[in-house]
């Protein structure tokens, strides 16, 4: 028995320290070069394409897309294919087109046409969701704090890196989701749902897939 406990508190002690470990890492900037994008030019590019495009969503993609396309630093790191995919996590359900992903970035549209609402998780990384489309409001507990976090179009919900929330769309919402950080830290997260209760085995192969292609496809160009 004795001999068990110890085991498990040395694991604890382990897997607590290496997270420590990247932390103070990501802290240090020693990821910094490795980015492709930064928060502010796509905050800038989703307010253009809303300028432009007001709320015809499936235009204001496009021209998200096509501008990424356009910036030869970006588009040999960027998917050529607009597949869409479920994705549930945190009890909240949406669908995705990954646009990007790698080991220290990832960006994606992600949004639903009905509403959803769930836990944000608590990620490695930091992430960046820009209302492209509706609005979503968001909760922090803390002494004082009564009142919903509401982010309306055009707007950017930086979700802190280890910081936790409750999150909901309640109707139509899509945005420019951008995370960047330690990728492969969220991705427990986001299958869990999937394995725990959906069991969508066509949308977690899909996702795997599409994942590890993106992730091992940038690997190869020399995208960390
Ligand atoms: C999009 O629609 C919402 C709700 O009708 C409206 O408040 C908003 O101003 C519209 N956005 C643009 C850019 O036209």
Redesign the pocket.
Known sequence: MQDVRIWLVSIIVLITASMYGIYQALDAGLMDKHYIFTPEKLHALALSS??Q???NTADLVATIIETLRADPNIAPYISTEEEWMFNNAGGAMGAMYMIHCSLTEYLLIFGTAIGTEGHSGRHTADDYFHII??TQVAYLPGPGNYEPEVY???SVHHLKRGVVKQYKMDSSCFALEYARGWIPGMMLFGYMDGLTSTMDWGTLIATTRRTGGEIIGNLLKGKI
Do not use: A, F, R, V
Request: glycine content about 30%.
């Open positions: 809303i300028e495009h007001g709320n489309q509706g309306p179009q055009g």
